[in-house]
T-cell receptor
């Protein structure tokens, strides 16, 4: 099956700094990628839809200025958590759309 | 609005026993339904999906699920559990033609020897 790679797998950052998470489709091109957030013992919540060459579409309640999404190529979307705070600590998962949605392995973000 | 309810955040079975993971959905239109599995520190992997064809859907690793419109259910089953089935399982729903998935909270399956 198609492979989607997220990097890093885990990251610890200081409060107030920014963190960038990459989502790459390794063996297919994806015009559409999705970013999800997963809280402990909760379901995955869709944050935004990333479209290559255009602005991302954010779900209601997601701050677009805090969670910057860039989809500059057909194989790469990035999510930047700006001015991170401890409440941003979570598991972030991306998926890339091919014949179906293929998911990355996720990124565990801890803000201290 | 669509929603998914997975009954039971934890399910424990013995190796060789039947696996039954429950999923009920709410949707204003005939939905597409999915089951995903997540192993520790890995991404979600599609087990199977229902897209309005046969109501009994067979997936990978011996899993299957049946779409029951009258019960708004899409329960996941496997006749005989294997130790390697231990993982977290997510049910998801989407509108036909939409790529947005709405997930349930997940069910953690434990398989005891």
């Amino acid at each position: 099956g198609a492979v989607v790679s997220q990097h890093p797998s885990w990251v610890i950052c200081k409060s107030g700094t920014s963190v960038k998470i990459e989502c790459r489709s390794l063996d297919f091109q994806a015009t559409t990628m999705f970013w999800y957030r997963q809280f402990p013992k909760q379901s995955l919540m869709l944050m935004a839809t990333s479209n290559e060459g255009s602005k991302a579409t954010y779900e209601q309640g997601v701050e677009k200025d805090k969670f910057l999404i860039n989809h500059a190529s057909l194989t790469l979307s990035t999510l930047t958590v700006t001015s991170a705070h401890p409440e941003d600590s979570s598991f972030y998962i991306c998926s890339a759309l091919n014949t179906e949605a293929f998911f990355g392995q996720g990124t565990r973000l801890t803000v201290v | 609005a669509q929603s998914v309810t997975q009954l039971g955040s934890h399910v424990s079975v013995s190796e060789g026993a039947l696996v039954l993971l429950r999923c009920n959905y709410s949707s204003s239109v005939p939905p597409y339904l999915f089951w995903y599995v997540q192993y520790p520190n890995q991404g979600l992997q599609l087990l199977l999906k229902y897209t309005s064809a046969a109501t009994l859907v067979k997936g990978i690793n011996g899993f299957e699920a049946e779409f029951k419109k009258s019960e708004t259910s899409f329960h996941l089953t496997k006749p005989s559990a294997h130790m390697s089935d231990a993982a977290e399982y997510f049910c998801a729903v989407s509108d036909p033609g939409s790529e947005k998935l709405v997930f349930g909270k997940g069910t953690k399956l434990t398989v005891n020897p």
